[in-house]
């Protein structure tokens, strides 16, 4: 089919997620056709680079020769099977890869399908698990502000966001809120960040947002831990609200309160896991171990949707009994724990280590954060955001073209990206090479101090 007829059918048919469908109608979509490592390919044969890994997910690029043999070869014996009931190959080595890799202690794996689900198990998990101990009460969260985690409605009540749930505030359920140690708009009475420093790297100004932060939640837990399952938490980075960094120190310090005020620790790692922070996991940078973790986007190397809630074993237990005691999760979505994405997730685990990748996420970080440097003291920018390969370049609002309007103007010069309000979102998949990433940086810089 040609572009302008796929174009045609796409506005008479597909309904795009997250997208102004009116505005969507009056431009011409790009349309991509296939792939080629960490750049896509549209229908008229042009190249981007693939600067927001598709949406967070991709690991190795695309067309991953092991990856590509994995499936086909999972293919050959069975593309899917349920686990309600049966076990299956693939998803029984996966569990046990998982286990092996996540901070110690996290034992057992539930699958499903996509981040919100992983992150509805993990409610479901600590409501049920204060449940079965006797606490029926302790059934509320207490979420971070702007806080993410996908658009079912359990997810969407820990992540409120005005804008997009104004129309569906029936469906969601009370939560707390804390702010999070947001380095640009946290309230009053931040220090400045000194001169010549970004907002968000001043350690002065860290460690005070981080004590204000910890201090809201130790003091809404005082009040309200009675009727508190869980916190709930992005570790190190907050995504969705802008890459908002947290303070070195904060995972840790929300790991501590949740102990001592006897309710969970739910690490919402869809988007940090899998390297994109510098390490395996988020949490692996505080040395801290959540009770819940739920894990999505990079699992499979951005191949196949799979998701896994990971659970310390005390959890799992307090669903066990005699059947008549009704402890059972009696919660599952049908193509729970696919082979053919299990069989993904598993050539995926193995280029991490075959290819070293943790460390080249390291020197990729430093890249990223050396070509940078040259936006230092740049007027247009309100502060720069990065934890190993996730970063976020905050722009000053009504100071020239939006995050927006840059990333229209980087797709004339062959990148992809996507903003998020006034932030310009840097996504590269952990395995782009140097050369790729630099020639990305190079674009980004170059349309900023235009
Ligand atoms: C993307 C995301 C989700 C939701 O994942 P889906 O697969 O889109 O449902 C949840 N939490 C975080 C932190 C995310 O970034």
């Not at 409501?127 to 009460?137: I, T």
């Not at 969705?240 to 739910?266: W, Y």
């Amino acid at each position: 089919m040609n572009t302008e007829a796929l174009v045609q059918l796409d506005h008479a048919h597909v309904w795009h997620p997250f997208t102004p469908m009116q505005q969507w109608r009056a431009t011409r979509p790009l349309i991509i056709d296939r792939a080629e490592g960490f750049e896509l390919i549209d229908t008229e044969g042009r190249r981007y680079i693939d600067g927001v890994s598709s949406i967070w997910c991709n690991v190795h690029g695309h067309r991953v020769e092991a990856i590509d043999r994995a499936i086909r070869a999972q293919l050959d014996k069975v593309a899917f099977s349920t686990l309600l009931g049966l076990g299956s190959t693939p998803s029984i080595e996966l569990a046990a890869r998982l286990c092996a890799i996540a901070p110690p202690g996290l034992d057992k794996v539930f699958y499903s399908d996509s981040g919100a689900t992983s992150v509805e198990v993990a409610f479901k998990m600590a409501v049920g698990y204060q449940h079965h101990r006797g606490r029926p009460e302790k059934n509320r969260f207490i979420g971070l502000r702007g806080a993410y985690h996908g658009d079912t409605t359990g997810a969407m009540s820990v992540g409120y966001c005005e804008l997009f749930h104004r129309p569906f505030l029936s469906m969601v359920f009370p939560t707390r809120f804390v702010d999070a140690p947001d380095a640009l708009r946290a309230g009053e009475g931040a220090p400045p960040a000194s001169e010549g420093r970004w907002p968000s790297e001043d350690p002065d100004r860290a460690a005070w947002l981080r004590e204000q932060c910890l201090g809201s939640l130790d003091r809404l837990l005082d009040r309200h831990a009675d009727e508190t399952a869980a916190i709930v938490i992005e570790p190190v980075m907050q995504g969705a609200a802008g890459m908002i960094c947290q303070p070195e120190g904060f995972v840790r310090g929300a790991a501590e309160l949740a102990r001592r005020h006897d309710v969970l620790l739910i690490a919402d790692e869809v988007a940090t896991g899998f390297g994109r922070t510098g390490t395996m996991f988020a949490c692996d940078r505080e040395g801290v171990t959540p009770d819940i973790m739920c894990l999505a986007k990079g699992l499979t190397g951005g191949y196949l949707p799979l998701a896994a809630t990971l659970a310390r074993n005390e959890i799992e237990a307090a669903f066990c009994g005699p059947v008549d005691a009704a402890r059972t999760l009696y919660h599952g979505h049908t193509y729970t724990g696919s082979a053919l994405a299990c069989a993904a997730a598993l050539a995926s685990l193995d280029l991490f280590e075959s290819a070293g990748l943790i460390e080249h996420v390291g020197r990729s970080a430093r890249l990223i954060a050396e070509r940078l440097e040259a936006l230092r003291g740049c007027p247009r920018v309100a502060d720069v955001r990065q934890r190993g390969m996730m970063t976020g370049i905050e722009l000053v609002p009504g100071a020239g073209p939006t995050a927006a309007d840059l990333c229209l103007a980087v797709r004339r010069k062959g990148l992809i990206l996507r903003p998020l309000g006034d932030v310009v979102v840097l996504m590269p998949a952990p395995a782009m090479p140097g050369e790729t990433l630099a020639r990305m940086l190079e674009i980004v810089v170059g349309a900023i101090a235009a």
